[in-house]
């Protein structure tokens, strides 16, 4: 059995395309980091993202581990400012509502489910716990694909997955939903 912390990055900068953590965002990726040093972890993967990327480098820095990107991390959609944020908004409202809708930029939350869920499979051959730092749109699509929409909790639905919030995973079972307890 392979456990997953599914690592919703930290607080990043409020602008478009792919922006870095803010120093809150730092710090909190840095005490996430001391928990998951904890744990047990032997293998980091990142979204590609910067976001992600910069809360990835303490854990693995921690764990004296490398962190390796995939793709399958990345963002259901990331704004990068080509069009309006209104737009973008009610595309990502739209998806939310509709799991096969394919917004403008991005994937259908569906799509995005199963990306991230080809890449738990994937990872079950790595020995031991892995942390993976994604982002919250796609941990919620998984979670929605995985334990169904009634079993999501609606603070997630709605406002999505809290900056530096864990998800645990026994393999493809869910054992824990967006935990800031590590934080407290």
Known sequence: MTVFYLVQHAEKERQPGDPGLTELGRRQANRTADW???VGVH????SPLRRARETAWPIASRTRLRVREDARLRERMNWDGTQPMEDFLADWTASVK???FVPACGDSSRD???RLRTCLVDLTKEPGSVALVTHGGVTVDLLRTLIGDDAVPVALMQRGVP???ITTLED???VGIASVAHLE
Do not use: I, K, L, Y
Request: net charge neutral.
């Open 36 to 38: 998951v040093q904890h």
């Open 43 to 46: 293998a980091v993967f990142s």
């Open 98 to 100: 509709d799991r096969d």
């Open 112 to 114: 995005a489910a199963e």
């Open 163 to 165: 900056s530096r919030a």
């Open 172 to 174: 493809r079972s869910v």
